[in-house]
C-alpha cells in the first residue's frame, strides 16, 4: 500500500491518541498544524518515489549487557525526504502495528522539522539581525569567564571543551564568589533581552520580506520591542474548493487549537489571500467568530466587533496578498501584552 492510499483509508481524528502519544508535552498544543499538514497531504499528488519504501518497525535500545531500556515505534524512509516524493512509496509493516497508530508515525516524522515542505530541514542558528549578534557576543564573553586558560582543549571557533576541559569549566563555575555571580546575572539577563528582541526583529523582517508588507504602513510593529511577552500563532486552510477554506479554519481552530490568548492586549491578525481571493464579508464574519473567542473578544450577532476594540485590548485586523495561496487563506496572529 502507498502512503497516499494510506491518508486516504484514514481520518486525522482517528490518529489524535496514537499522535498524542508519540509526544505528549508537545503534540497537543499543535494538533491544528498536525492537522493542516495532514489534510495538505492528502489533496497532494504523488511525485516519484525514487524506488523507495517506508518501512514501520520497532527500535528497541538495550544497556550494555543487552538489556532492554526501551523500545519504539520508527518510520523510516520519510523524515526530511520530499512530500509528493514520500506519498508514493510503499509502506512496509515490518511490525505488529495498526495502520492508524503506523500512519501518525509517519506524520509525526515528516514533520518532525515543521509543518509543511516550506519549513522542512534543518535550521541554522546563526545571527540573523543586530541583536541577535549581540547576545552570541555576550554568550561567547560569558563562556570564556571560565574557559580561558583552557587552551589545550579549546575550540575557538565552536566553543567546545573536551571532557577535562569540561570538568575544569564546572569546578570554576562552582567556585564563583558573589561579584562574579552577580557579573553572570546581569550578562544572562542582557542575553535574554537581546534574544527576545532578535527574536521581534526576526518577525518585522519577515513580514517586510513578503506580501504581507502591504498589510501595514512602516515602523508599524515596532511597538513588540517595548511589550513583555509575544506569541505569534499562524493557521492555513487547507481544502479542495474556495467555499469550504473559512470552515475550514473555523473548524480547525476550533477543534484543535488550545491556547488562550485572552491575556495578550493588542491582538494584529493579518488575513492573506491570492489576488481574486478576497474574504467575503461571511467568510470574514466566520474566521472572526474562530478567532475572536481565543482573545476573550465574542462578534454579537451584527458582527459589531470586527475590527473594532474593545476597553482593555484590541484587536486589528489587516488584509495582504501572497500569490503563492491559491485559493486558500492564511492568518497570521501577533499577540502582545
Excluded at 496514537?18 to 504523488?46: G, H, Q, W
Excluded at 544497556?63 to 523510516?76: F, K, P, V, W, Y
Excluded at 561579584?179 to 534574544?195: G, P, T, V, Y
Aim: with cysteine; charged share 30%.
Amino acid at each position: 500500500m502507498t502512503l497516499q492510499a494510506l491518508f486516504q483509508n484514514h481520518g486525522f481524528d482517528a490518529l489524535v491518541p496514537s499522535l498524542t502519544a508519540i509526544d505528549p508535552e508537545n503534540v497537543p498544543d499543535n494538533l491544528y498544524a498536525f492537522k493542516e499538514a495532514f489534510d495538505d497531504l492528502r489533496r497532494m499528488t504523488p511525485g516519484d518515489s525514487g524506488g523507495g519504501q517506508i518501512d514501520v518497525s520497532t527500535e528497541v535500545d538495550t544497556d550494555a549487557d543487552g538489556n532492554e531500556i526501551d523500545r519504539c515505534l520508527h518510520a523510516s524512509g520519510c523524515e526530511g525526504d520530499a512530500w509528493d516524493a514520500c506519498l508514493a512509496k510503499e509502506v512496509i509493516f515490518g511490525t505488529a502495528v495498526g495502520e492508524e497508530k503506523a500512519l501518525a508515525q509517519i506524520l509525526w516524522q515528516m514533520t518532525f522539522w515543521g509543518f509543511t515542505p516550506g519549513r522542512e530541514g534543518f535550521r541554522g542558528d546563526e545571527p540573523r539581525n543586530k541583536y541577535e549578534k549581540k547576545a552570541k557576543e555576550l554568550e561567547r564573553r560569558q563562556f570564556l569567564n571560565y574557559a580561558k586558560g583552557i587552551a589545550d582543549s579549546f575550540e575557538t571557533e565552536h566553543l567546545c571543551l573536551t571532557t577535562e576541559g569540561w570538568k575544569k569549566y564546572r569546578q570554576r563555575e562552582a567556585h564563583r564568589n558573589r561579584a562574579k555571580r552577580m557579573r553572570d546575572a546581569r550578562q544572562e539577563r542582557s542575553i535574554a533581552r537581546l534574544k527576545r528582541m532578535g527574536k521581534v526583529q526576526r518577525l518585522i523582517d519577515l513580514l517586510d520580506s513578503t506580501d504581507m508588507r502591504s498589510a501595514y504602513s512602516d515602523h508599524y510593529f515596532d511597538y513588540l520591542f517595548d511589550t513583555k511577552e509575544i506569541c505569534v500563532p499562524e493557521f492555513y486552510s487547507r481544502t479542495a474548493d474556495k467555499a469550504s477554506r473559512a470552515q475550514y479554519l473555523f473548524d480547525n481552530i476550533t477543534a484543535y487549537f488550545h491556547q488562550d490568548l485572552s491575556g495578550f492586549t493588542n491582538v494584529e491578525m493579518i488575513i492573506a489571500y491570492s489576488n481574486g481571493n478576497r474574504p467575503g464579508a461571511e467568510e470574514l464574519r466566520t474566521l472572526c467568530k474562530a478567532i475572536f473567542p481565543l482573545t476573550g473578544l465574542v462578534l454579537d450577532d451584527a458582527g459589531q466587533t470586527i475590527g473594532g476594540y474593545s476597553p482593555d485590548r484590541a484587536i486589528r485586523i489587516h488584509f495582504s496578498t501572497d500569490n503563492t495561496l491559491s485559493h486558500d487563506f492564511h492568518i497570521l496572529l501577533i499577540c502582545s501584552r
